[in-house]
């Protein structure tokens, strides 16, 4: 049944469906009102959870490796600075093999110190280990979490997971959502059961030092364990659907794109005003369609490959930038598309919360059918000068 | 798909009166989302919340440039931003005013001035105009119901808080009325 509500609410109360055995969190800006409304919910009982408030996101992610460590489901959240505070441990959750989930507010990084959304704390973790999904909107944003926690537990992967939604565009707005009863989320996402644990009875360590004979093998392993995530992630989204009829089964999503000439490539929240600028030019005429990046790591190449065959030019909207590169998913398409004739052209959008409107998003289809791309979209030269 | 965009100042509750009215849309059937312009939450500065109506789900992110509504909820607000801007033809201004507005106003808008301070003052106690200008809104736009806001009010605020809440609206919304 549909009801109305705000992002981060909307969060919260599908992260305590989850049944999450430890929360930690550091409530400072950037935070969001899921820590908030999370705590509420411990204190009225309504979950059953430890909620550990820390001194610094660093310790807030650390509470949580050593937590899940010990064998609990755990949950954070975090954005931007805070996200880049907890860099060290990221590396650790993933190299322990620890499914973490932490929610990801999308938001820019400093400096200049911005508290509006963009792509760049996630993306900078790209190597880190953890899976990042992104959601285009609040009902997507929710129930990536129930697959993110059946996907990370799997035993053939063990990996901790990132769910990106974007700061304030979606976090901040009241929408109507589907909420899923405990009994539904219970019969999808079944109790932790960890591979290792610590436990003093048999004890074991995580973390170790891994000598050059061993280092490049751990590292092997998870990279093994993002391959085995390809095919656990569409398969939990695919229970999803069978069982409650959104259908995530996809690790990117298509929209009119059987026909299309040129195919917008988006992550996030831009997918929805693209969607509706897609519909307005198919309806002047134009064969352009959308491809939604669900999952950015582990990356679908062959999902890509596949959904973007026929295509003539694909534009990208990257919401991030590789300062002396390009925008991080037009890397990733031009390598998966590689060996073919199709021109990929990266347009670098929104950063620091600068607003999207259809008519940008038809302005980068008629410069990508033009040939011009790379480029910053909508810089104002008044500013450079 | 209509879209109203409510200005005011920090401290007026306008991200909580695009919110309440977004309740009260879906509870009346429609899909609605609300959302607010993020600057620096400073008392007294100028400061936008919008809300989309439609009958199918909204998926459009952008702000809100071309609005069929506008509330105005200080009219010194109109010195200092051009809160008319991008209003459609046929669209309709609620302004919040004590006196009578000398501004000239944009052609082809329908503009309905109401003195919402003295009835937030007069029902609540305190000038805060967000509730009254929601009745105002019901009445003028016809997009919530009085019954919808009523709900959508007594789910945010509590016992006495929501009823005098309620009555502000209510004494908007027949002003409203009666003034068209």
Known sequence: MLEIM????????????CRPEVIAAYP?????????????????????????????????????????????????????????????????????????????????????????????????????????????????????????????EDHRVLLPSFVCFDGFILSHTYEPVDMLSQEQVDSYLPPFKPYHRLDAAD????????????????????????NQARNVLPEAGRVFSEMFGRDYSGMVEEYRLDDADCAIVAMGSICGTAKDAIDEMRDAGKKVGLLKIRAFRPFPVKEVQKALAGVSTVAVLDKNISLGSKGAVALEIRDALYGSQIPVLDYIIALGGRDVRKKDIAAVVDGAEAGKGDIYYGLREEVLK | MRELRIHGRGGQGSVTAAELIAVAAFEGGMFAQAFPAFGVERRGAPVQAFVRFDNQKIRLRSQIYEPDYIIVQDSTLIRDVNVFQGLKEGGIAIINTEKALTYPFPKGVK????????????????????????????????????????????????????????AAAKEAYRFVKEAS
């Open chain 1, 6 to 17: 705000e992002g981060s609410h909307a969060v919260a109360q599908s992260v305590g469906l």
């Open chain 1, 28 to 152: 400072i800006t950037p935070q969001t009102h899921i820590v908030e409304a999370l705590a509420e919910m411990v204190a009225d009982c309504t979950i059953d959870a430890e909620y550990i408030t820390v001194e610094s996101e660093f310790s807030a992610l650390s509470a949580c490796l050593g937590a899940s460590a010990a064998g609990s489901r755990v949950y954070s959240a975090t954005t931007s600075q805070g996200l880049a505070l907890m860099f060290e441990v990221c590396f650790n959750c993933a190299g322990m093999r620890l499914p973490v989930v932490m929610s990801i507010v999308n938001r820019a990084l400093g400096a200049p110190l911005s508290i509006w959304n963009d792509h760049q704390d996630s993306i900078s973790l790209r190597d880190s280990g953890w899976m990042q999904l992104y959601a285009e909107d609040n009902q997507e944003a929710i129930d990536l979490h129930y697959i993110a926690y059946r996907a990370a």
């Open chain 1, 203 to 226: 004890p074991i360590s995580f973390g170790l030092f891994a000598s050059p004979d061993y280092y490049m093998e751990f590292r092997y392993a998870i990279d093994q364990a993002m």
């Open chain 2, 111 to 166: 503009v309905i001035t109401i003195d919402a301070t003295s009835i937030a003052l007069k029902t609540l106690g305190v000038p805060i105009t967000n509730t009254t200008l929601m009745g105002a809104f019901a009445a003028a736009s016809g997009e919530i119901k009085l019954d919808a806001l009523e709900d959508a009010v007594r789910r945010r605020f509590k016992g006495d808080l929501a009823e005098k809440n309620i």
